[in-house]
């Protein structure tokens, strides 16, 4: 790939950098407080995150499926994982009893991952993954990234009241970026993120200096599966292959909108080389205490936001964040930016994921009875997400994260009306009966 070094590439690269990092850096120390790490190890977690992620960024830009789509820690295995944490702790055990199987099944799901990819499964991954699938898994992702960043910008306190004064900056940061994109012109508008993100994070600073940032020890001793040594869970391992197969799937759904944006059909070789690639940083994860790793589809918000498409911006930014692990007081430095900068900002650039949804579906047609084809896995997932997770505490442990997380229960519920229900007849009995 021949690189673009333009100053335009260069800022760009500059923005991915911050997406990367807003996307990234609140995992490892959410993990590192759930698992009772001390702060030296979360510090190392933190140094090695920002490592991995820059390097699997710019490998699959530059030789796995090839489209500025940032690779990172899963959103659906940091929902599964924090659910097993806590159902850990409300029974009275240790969330640290359940670190080790979880580390074996994220061997066992990225293994899982570079098996099927390599053996061909995409082709029926393509097939269950049909433009609808791929509609609500976008619907349902927006809705669900949606909540995490309103949750954030409202800075929500221990006691469950948000923060007013961080809450009419975060409001006003939002208004900031979406009024330089839609009224920006020309390059202007490309970096309207970029653009919340500095003069929010300056905003905040001034307002609130008495804020803390990241409180971490520098020089941390490296501590390899600080979660516990792998240990196989029947339970566990049987919920890791369903949700690294949930995990292969946003592949798909990234891929296959990619296509849209580039004008261009992903090879099977591309699908190969992206589940190598993200399947084998999956299984090197557990090493350091870290999520598996998986193709962000919510990159395509930004894509559409900057049209930009260029995957020179993306290995950029790659190296920046890369460059953030190699010196550790520069990414603890970073690190520090605001969550509810950073929720404002995002807020506002995955909203086009909602038009990619809607795109995914254009020219599809429903009626009273074919809108359960997309009505009732959207709305079923959205409750879910919107129910307290104590309500799912009586569900048996084995199935209570997949139970409990509405992403995967939508998709699954969608594949399933895809396979069991004869759609095309219904609509040609809707159209005969019309007529």
Known sequence: MRMDLSPKIGLAGVQWMFFILTNTVVVPLTLGHVFHMPTEQIAFTLQIS???????????????????????????????????????????????????????GFLLSGLMMIVLGSLGFIRVLRKLFNPLVISVSLFLLA????????????????????????????????????????????????????????????????????????????????????????????????TSLVIGFINMSSTVTALNAAEKLYGQKSTESQYKRAFLITGLFTMIAPV?????????????????????????????????????????????????????VGSAVLFIAYLQMFGTAVRSIRGTVFDSKTIYRIALPILLGISIMNTPALAFMGLPVSIRPLASNGLVVGILVSVFLELAVNWSRLEKESKSGSS
């Not at 290995?315 to 890369?322: D, E, K, N, Q, T």
């Open 50 to 104: 920002f490592l991995l992620t820059g390097a699997v960024c710019m490998l699959q830009a530059l030789f796995g499926h090839r489209y500025a789509l940032m690779d990172g820690p899963s959103g659906v295995w940091w929902g599964c994982t924090l659910s097993l944490a806590s159902s850990a702790a409300l029974g009275g055990t240790d969330p640290a009893s359940v670190g080790g199987g979880l580390a074996a």
């Open 143 to 238: 809705a669900q990234l949606m909540k995490n960043f309103f949750v954030g910008m409202l800075d929500i306190q221990e006691d469950g009241l948000l923060n007013p004064p961080v809450a009419g900056l975060s409001i006003l940061i939002a208004l900031f970026v979406g009024v330089v994109y839609l009224k920006g012109r020309g390059w202007v508008s490309n970096f309207a993120m970029l653009f919340g993100i500095m003069a929010g994070w300056i905003a905040y600073a001034l307002l609130f200096p008495s804020a803390g940032g990241l409180q971490l020890q520098a020089g941390a001793e490296a501590v390899l599966f600080p979660w516990g040594r792998p240990k196989l869970d029947i339970g566990i391992a049987l």
């Open 288 to 340: 350091f205490g870290l999520l598996p790793f998986g193709t962000f589809a919510s990159s395509l918000g930004l894509l559409e936001s900057t049209k930009i498409l260029q995957r020179s911006a993306l290995v950029i930014g790659g190296a920046l964040f890369l460059t953030l692990g190699l010196i550790p007081p520069l990414g603890t430095l970073f690190s520090q930016l605001p969550v509810s």
